[in-house]
């Protein structure tokens, strides 16, 4: 268990809302994840950050954006929600000696409608 | 750049069958590999690493061997049960500027009694 929390679990907004999902850790970890699953395409990653205030863009980061003010909350906001950004989404911190391992929150389940 | 190729699903079996699930990779480098589960309404988990050629990554019954020359990471399982039933993803991870794991599409797992 690596101590991650995201909140909420669960959310369905309507299309142009803005939706801030939020993930949290407890050991200090400095490598976090933002990545959505969908069907038949694995995990994609949006963002991640290496250190409080230092993010940078993954391959799907296009209506999304992150912060991290914290070492332990990494912010994913959605400015104005769109249908195809109906997903779930997971938060993952990365550890080990090498820092290979990547180990993942229990997801949020988000709906725009 | 790299990816994960992974064989569809699902893939059915009876408990006590011989599971593979294939598992190839394109990378520049020399990346780290890994199957994850997923199980139901959780996050993934990590099943099982190899970090260089020909190490065997085990856990729980599964095993994959890292084969640099065939550029596979093959998932098996001598006798499979009903709660393996889950969703099992290939990852690669490689230090590119930034660490980054790229995941294979997935492929569900049903076991039946």
């Known amino acids: 268990d690596a101590g991650i929390t995201q909140s909420p679990r669960h959310k369905v907004t309507e299309t142009g809302t803005p939706v801030t999902l939020r993930c949290h850790q407890t050991e200090n970890h400095r490598y976090m994840y933002w990545y959505r699953q969908d069907p038949g395409h694995g995990l994609r990653l949006i963002h991640y950050?290496?250190?409080?205030?230092?993010?940078d863009k993954g391959e799907v980061s296009d209506g999304y954006s992150v912060s991290r003010s914290k070492t332990e909350d990494f912010l994913l906001t959605l400015e104005s929600a769109t249908s195809s950004q109906t997903s779930v989404y997971f938060c993952?911190?990365?550890?080990?000696?090498?820092?290979?391992?990547?180990?993942f929150g229990p997801g949020t389940r988000l709906t725009v409608t | 750049g790299n990816s994960v190729t992974q064989m569809e699903g699902p893939v059915t079996l009876s408990e006590e069958a011989f599971l593979t699930i294939n598992c190839t990779y394109t990378a520049t480098g020399y990346p780290s590999l890994f199957w994850y589960v997923q199980y139901p309404g959780e996050g993934l988990q990590l099943l099982l690493k190899?970090?260089?050629?020909?190490d065997k990554g085990s856990n729980k019954g599964f095993e994959a061997t890292y084969r640099k020359e065939t550029t596979s990471f093959h998932l098996e399982k001598g006798s499979v049960q009903v709660s393996d039933s889950a969703v099992y993803f290939c990852a690669l991870s490689e230090y590119t500027g930034g660490f980054k794991t790229i995941f294979g599409a997935g492929t569900r797992l049903f076991v039946k009694a």
């Open positions: 190899a970090t260089k050629a020909d």
């Open positions: 993952a911190i990365r550890e080990g000696a090498s820092l290979v391992e990547q180990y």
């Open positions: 950050s290496y250190g409080v205030k230092d993010t």
